[in-house]
């Protein structure tokens, strides 16, 4: 046994250190390497300052309760509200990076390793994820303070309740993670999955205030305290995070008893949920992995568009298959219609921008193309490396730098259309004020930020590449330095263009101002490209070769 | 004769690695050239350095008498590749993956539709409908791959192992379609590790091992001249030092 957890082990730190070794070809890339890896580490350490919070509450908390502190236990309704976060994050994050432990897993099984010991350390690496990571020192902080607050008996109990409380969201992430997988095993049932629960946690926040009845003209909202009263509630008893917060209550009072029934319940949800853990482990060895629907016969057929050489067009509708074809891509389709269409139906409901007189629908569209363009930066900034092996194919066809391109910039130019046209067609029905010219410089302004900051995409795109695949949740992301330049360039661009329209509307109360303003907005644009363009395609002609080997993640 | 391609002292290092040393390659027009050498030797290497995938870190080389680095775009236009890594879009179906090379080939789109449909019923794909290539097995994929590089008709074909990974039919299907295709003039560069397939198929053998050529001329000259009589699997084992049996008998074996 022990041997075998060496040898795990060795195997996740060799993966791990492998992992940030990586290749380095020449210093462009080594300097791209390392500013990925430096993005990473400032991430990550950010969770360390959260976790220390958390110990030292806990562990003043618990020092407090055994020193007979009534405020001490305050601590505990904290850690409802931890434990209850914690149990929501640890089965969402798995749904976003599904697809991952399954073929890796497979190999495993072809040790001579029982599979019960093989799903207990699948198991245990959900102990690496960084949300249960980080209130790992403040289940070992809670029953230190009551130790050392002269309670060495409610510190035995509470240690027993944390590590239980640990067990079971282990339990429950290694359940979202393999039931996950074996139910993600057919990509396209996947895809939809994990779409629905992205839309799902996107629109959940809205649904309080849409809930909220319309208030009457002139009327303004009274602020008030939501306050949960939790015997209107009684099935929050079973909630494990009230059941674990109970155990440790009882622990640090002096009803020491009392502490049973609540971790015998915790107790009993963790081995409900590690024996379907461990059912799932082994359906997912067992069942083969599904295929895609065939659906009908299709045929090769050229799609030209006016303006583009054959090559270019190609690209274009290659690059906007891929952005509508990707769960990535669809996740970036509905992320920002979503948001605005919520928003849209707010304010409907308060009837609050309609009675300011404001065109709400071309406020809505402006916010629904800023968003648009936003959630795009992900593959904007990484366009050539998204498509992985097939960029290879494409440099292998003779197609010129220039076309790949242009032939991109236009795909997701096509790709952005769809949010944007949707956001249209919402704000045109949620809120029609304003006149066609407003909405037409609106949309134009928002044609002219992507004009201006495309090239400048493809640029960093051929400089900064990252191994991402679009087709999977869990396919990395794009240079963290690229994107946030990119996003940056686009907020930048985006308060210009947008901006100028909102001064002139403001300064001339009229319609034909902010038009005008937009399409000279958009010559300066095409002026602008048609510089930097050239630069961007020499760009991926000096670095064709790094940026094949890091698309196929070599 | 005239050279389909050649190399004169073709180089290529990663570092301080060196991965192809110096080789001068001659590929006859019509020829099918096998390209042989041991796992790491340098093939796949050679391979991308000639189809553009690699700079060459030095030597030059000419591709149906065009320079490649002069002129890419027109050597592109010439040649089909299928690499080692297949290179395909996970995201379009093959019947997409074709438009996407014909259409970037300036391909009429009647003489597309009607070679896809070809190509397609001939690999057995045109079952797989609108499927995308995320989807398809190993061998579907390579099938894929060597429609991609076979629709535009190019006059010089690349094939990195072609054999590997697929049934006995697609197998059979795919030598005789390169047969035909060198009877019409076409040429084929491939390398492969059957070396019964390779011996049965091409005329023209190169043996690269450890990024040097060891051997290259017609087969049946390597034959004479190496060990006559031998199998082309008896020769290439000769001329990369790996016949005389030194390796370890792992006598622990099956004990």
Known sequence: ?554 | MEHALTTQGLRRVFGDFVAVEGIDLTVPRGSMYGFLGPNGAGKSTTIKCLTGLLRPSGGAMTILGIDPSAEPERVKRLVGVMPEDLALFDHLSAAETLAFVGQIHGMPAATLRSRSAELLALMDLAEAGSQLVADYSHGMKKKTSLAAALLPAPKLLFLDEPFEGIDAIASRQIKDLLLDYVRHGGTVFLTSHVLDVVERLCDHIGVIHKGRLVAQEPLAEMRARVAPGETLESIFLGLVGAGGGTSARLDWLGG
């Open chain 1, 1 to 554: 046994m022990i041997r075998l957890l060496r040898a795990f082990a060795a195997l996740r730190w060799r993966l791990f250190v492998n992992g940030l070794r990586g290749r380095r070809r020449d210093a462009l890339e080594q300097v791209s390497r390392i500013s990925r890896l430096f993005v990473l580490a400032v991430v990550a350490l950010t969770f360390a300052p959260t976790s220390l919070m958390l110990a030292l509450l806990a562990g003043a908390g618990g020092w407090g309760m055994a020193q007979g502190n009534e405020r001490a236990a305050f601590v505990l309704i904290g850690a409802r509200a931890v434990l209850g976060l914690l149990t929501v994050l640890v089965v969402v994050s798995p749904i976003l990076r599904f697809g991952g432990s399954a073929s890796s897993m497979s190999r495993l099984a072809l040790l001579p390793i029982p599979r019960a010991l093989l799903w207990a350390l699948e198991a245990a690496a959900q102990l690496a994820d960084p949300w249960i990571l980080a209130i790992v020192p403040a289940l070992i902080a809670f029953p230190i303070g009551l130790a050392a607050g002269g309670d060495p008996a409610g510190a035995a109990i509470a240690a027993v309740v944390s590590l239980v409380a640990l067990a079971f969201l282990v339990a429950l992430g290694s359940l979202a993670s393999l039931a996950g997988a074996l139910l993600f095993r057919n990509r396209r049932i996947g895809e939809y999955v994990a779409i629905a629960v992205l839309a799902l946690v996107s629109v959940v926040g809205y649904l309080p205030i849409l809930a909220r009845r319309a208030l009457p003209t002139g009327a303004h909202p009274r602020e008030s305290v939501p306050v949960v009263d939790a015997s209107r509630y009684p099935w929050l008893r079973f909630a494990p995070w009230e059941q674990a917060a109970s155990a440790a209550e009882a622990a640090a009072s002096s009803r020491k008893s009392e502490f049973a029934l609540p971790l015998a319940g915790l107790l009993a949800t963790t081995a409900v949920l590690a024996g379907l853990s461990r059912w799932s482990f082994g359906r997912l060895l067992d069942a083969p992995p599904g295929r895609g629907a065939r659906g009908r016969r299709s045929e090769a057929r050229l799609r030209s568009i006016p303006g583009l050489s054959p090559g270019a067009a190609a690209i274009a509708v290659t690059t906007f298959r891929l952005v509508l074809r990707s769960v990535r891509g669809r996740v970036m389709m509905f992320s920002a219609p979503l948001p605005v269409l919520m928003i849209g139906v707010i304010w409907k409901k308060l009837a609050a921008v309609s009675a300011s007189g404001a065109p709400g629908g071309v406020i809505m569209l402006l916010l629904g193309g800023l968003l648009a363009l936003v959630s795009m930066q992900v593959f904007l900034a990484d366009q050539f490396a998204v498509d992985r092996a097939g960029l290879t194919l494409t440099f292998l066809t003779p197609v010129s730098d220039r076309d790949l391109v242009l032939g991109k910039a236009a795909g997701a130019l096509a790709a952005l259309a769809i949010p944007t046209t949707f956001v249209m067609v919402a704000g045109a029905i949620l809120q029609p004020a304003g006149s066609p010219l407003l909405w037409l410089a609106a949309l134009l302004s928002i044609a002219a930020a992507y004009i201006f900051q495309a090239p400048v995409s493809a640029l960093l795109a051929a400089l900064l590449p990252a191994p991402f695949d679009l087709m999977k949740l869990k396919g990395g992301n794009g240079h963290p330095l690229a994107t946030i330049a990119s996003t940056f360039m686009t907020l930048v661009v985006f308060t210009l263009t947008a901006g100028t329209g909102v001064l002139l509307f403001v300064a001339t109360r009229s319609a034909w101002a902010p038009l005008a303003g937009a399409i000279v907005l958009v010559a300066l644009a095409l002026a602008v490209a048609s510089l930097l363009f050239p630069a961007a395609a020499r760009a991926v002609s000096l670095r064709r070769e790094n940026l094949a080997m890091i698309a196929q993640g070599r």
